[in-house]
């Protein structure tokens, strides 16, 4: 009976012993299992992480191709000189643009290309006239100006002088060119407006018969983009009976700073009541007492004609307008430099500034070397020299001022009476 005990205990012991054993391999199977699929989870995360970061990237680099592919378009497009292709590139370039997202817009950079070629909002081109049409007649007026890509002051300024000129001279068919290609190409390939060049213009005349031609352009002095408009124009002398190039706005130049002329005292009048009247002051001597300044910024030129800006300093002078002064872009001459006349204006004791283009229209160089919010913009100079309590602007172009425009007219006239 004691050996049957203890066989039975011994076989309960063993049973007991063969059962943790097993326990302890089945939960080690476990563990492997999970840690091998775990291991695998973590593989194929990181190998979709890796396929997704690998597409994204194939994404961005898809969408800077897109943008560089505008890019290089608007670049072909800018540029002086027309050619044979000009209107095919200006068509794909815009719908180049058109098909890309706004998120790779943003990435359109190049040697002259950014978002703001195509994307900025510069008002309405349908409001535009571009005065290309045929059926002239014998006598044109060939209205020629450097352009402007910015709508509304195409509108306001050079067709407002355009429009001046039609209704003064009903008899004679007034039409437009712009001597900038890189403005035409602009408006043509972002509006679908065509503008004629000067070559195009007058090949149009000598098309249509015209044989009496007027240019009246809307320079503001002899410099060098009326000598060139005048070279254009004398090619083309022996096409028409009678040929004439009216003067610009500031008339002759003269030979030294202290020269002025009948035109530039009336747009030194012109410009600065008008001015005044926008500052919401009665008077020039109202704005003085308040302690306000006007500065009508031009463009500058390192041409001989750049004494005519001196003169307009002068002629502000002879007036007795004390607290309008003269500045350029291009700081030539040199007083005109926007640092100078900082410390001008700060100098004779003014503590508020008024901005305002001293050129026809107000496009690229009023909105942005004047008015923009970069460092190196006048507004912003003017403000950063600490010197004035208020700095303020008025972005509008010498051309919508109706005095300004008959001023035009009356050139046009003496050159027709010629």
């Known amino acids: 009976m004691k050996k049957k005990l203890v066989v039975m205990l011994c076989v309960a012991a063993m049973t007991a ?13 476990d563990t492997a299992a999970e840690e091998t699929t775990e291991a695998a989870d973590d593989t194929a995360a990181e190998e979709t992480t890796e396929a997704d970061d690998t597409a994204e990237a194939a994404d961005e680099d898809a969408d800077q191709a897109a ?39 943003e990435l359109v950079e190049g040697e002259n290309a950014d978002p703001d070629y195509f994307g900025r909002d510069t008002g309405d081109a349908s409001k535009d006239d571009p005065r290309n049409q045929d059926e002239i007649g014998e006598n044109e ?29 009903p008899d004679w068919s007034v039409r437009r060119a712009f001597t900038a290609q890189i403005i035409i190409n602009h408006v043509q390939a972002r509006d679908g407006e065509a503008i004629d060049n000067m070559d195009q213009a007058l090949d149009r005349a000598v098309a249509n018969g015209v044989k009496n031609l007027v240019v009246q352009p809307t320079h503001l002095m002899h410099g060098a983009e009326y000598d060139e408009l005048c070279e254009a124009v004398a090619a083309y002398e022996d096409k028409f009976e009678s040929v004439k190039v009216a003067e610009p706005l500031l008339g002759e130049v003269g030979d030294d700073a202290t020269v002025v002329n009948d035109d530039k005292k009336a747009v030194a009048e012109d410009i600065t009541a008008e001015a005044v009247k926008t ?24 041409h001989t004609a750049k004494v005519s800006y001196s003169q307009m300093q002068s002629q502000m002078g002879e007036l007795g307008y004390e607290n309008v002064f003269i500045g350029t872009v291009e700081g030539e001459p040199e007083e005109t430099a926007c640092e100078n006349v900082i410390q001008a204006v700060a100098d004779a004791g003014y503590t508020k500034v008024i901005l305002r283009p001293l050129m026809v229209v107000a496009g690229d160089h009023a909105n942005n070397d004047m008015a923009g919010d970069d460092d190196d913009s006048w507004k912003s100079q003017f403000e950063a020299s600490g010197k004035f309590e208020n700095v303020d602007t008025q972005i509008a172009g010498l051309g919508e001022i109706p005095a300004v425009q008959e001023l035009y007219v009356a050139h046009t006239a003496a050159a027709i009476n010629e």
């Open 17 to 29: 012993t063969m059962v943790n054993g097993c326990g302890s391999s089945s939960t080690a199977t």
């Open 67 to 105: 943008a560089d592919n505008v890019a290089a378009l608007i670049d072909k497009i800018y540029v002086q000189e027309r050619t044979d292709t000009t209107d095919e590139d200006c068509k794909a370039a815009k719908e180049a643009w058109d098909a890309l997202t706004d998120a790779q817009k």
């Open 141 to 169: 007026i060939l209205v020629a100006s450097f352009g402007t890509s910015f709508n509304d002051s195409r509108v306001a300024d050079i067709k407002g002088v355009e429009d001046a000129l039609q209704e003064a001279n």
């Open 279 to 302: 500052a919401g002051y009665d008077s020039l001597d109202a704005a003085k007492e308040d302690g306000v300044a006007f500065v009508f910024m031009g463009h500058g030129t390192s």
